[in-house]
């Protein structure tokens, strides 16, 4: 059965980004569970921003999950990339989401390669910079084994990445890798840039999909966009999709407004 998650970001700098709610776990938490979110899926400044027995705590008493752990803060405070020309800053990255892995597996929440993919440029071609990611998602999927949750990679759009763009891309790419823990995140946002149809899309992704970002074509909540969800249903339903949905959405008009909506939105098309 697919599940419905919701955003929260604890890490001040990306104020401004997709992420719902903004004001602290408890009160994510609290809201999240009164309209009815299965999880909440987290975008920390690291691994230790968190203490665990609290959010355990918080968890039990709201039955809630985490859906997912975000590793972007890797990138947005340290500057670091899974492809970067040199060695020793790949390792740092590395390390780094093995360090966020540790956060989310205990909790059963993957851990989520998005922006730590990085881009190829300068000295660094496609193929090498496909290289140093296919070497990183081996060696973190592997490692993520032992909490017996996969690794999530994330194909983004071409204002984000020049490497893998579009569900296909990624599922192709994930059949090279040597690990097979290692799943697809279709982000509706970034397909909506890059796929010539949604649901065709999500169909090319039919086994090696394990996370959606749900959210509308202006990367506002569900609903508040020009997305055409009944064929993204139908297309999800038809490929046996069983993980969340997770609302990466702009806080717009408000959080409260753009979690209700999105709730709505679930119910509407996934229940
Ligand atoms: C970034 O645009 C995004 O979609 C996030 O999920 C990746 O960190
Ligand atoms: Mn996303």
């Known amino acids: ?39 909440v899926e987290i975008f920390a400044p690291g691994p230790d921003a968190v203490d665990a027995n609290e959010l355990r705590e918080l968890l039990e008493r709201h039955s809630l999950s985490v859906a997912a752990v975000g590793t972007g803060a890797g990138m947005v405070r340290h500057g670091l990339s899974l492809t970067a020309g040199d060695a020793s800053e790949r390792e740092a990255a590395k390390d780094f989401v093995r360090q966020m892995i540790d956060f989310g597996g205990p909790l059963g929440a993957p851990a989520i390669i998005g922006s730590m993919q990085g881009r190829w440029g300068g000295e660094l071609d496609l193929q090498a910079a496909l290289n140093h990611l296919r070497v990183a998602l081996d060696e973190l999927g592997t490692y993520a084994e032992k909490y017996q949750v996969p690794l999530i990679y994330e194909p983004l759009n071409r204002y984000e990445t020049n490497l893998i763009k579009t569900v296909a891309d990624g599922a192709g790419f994930l059949k090279t890798l040597q690990t097979s823990n290692v799943k697809l995140l279709a982000d509706l946002f970034h397909m909506n840039i890059e796929e010539a149809n949604l649901a065709d899309a999500l169909r090319s992704g039919k086994g090696a999909i394990g996370h959606v970002h749900f959210v509308d074509s202006n990367r506002q909540a569900a609903g508040l966009g020009h997305m055409d969800y009944g064929p993204i249903a139908a297309a999800l339903e038809e490929i046996r999709y069983s993980g969340y949905l997770s609302a990466e959405a702009f806080p717009i008009p408000d959080s409260d407004t753009a979690a209700q909506r999105t709730i709505e939105a679930f119910q509407k098309y996934f229940r």
């Open 1 to 39: 059965m697919i599940r419905s998650a919701i955003t929260v970001s604890l890490v001040e700098e990306a104020r401004g980004g997709p992420f719902v709610f903004w004001d602290g776990l408890p009160a994510a938490c609290q809201r999240a569970a009164e309209l009815g979110f299965d999880a």
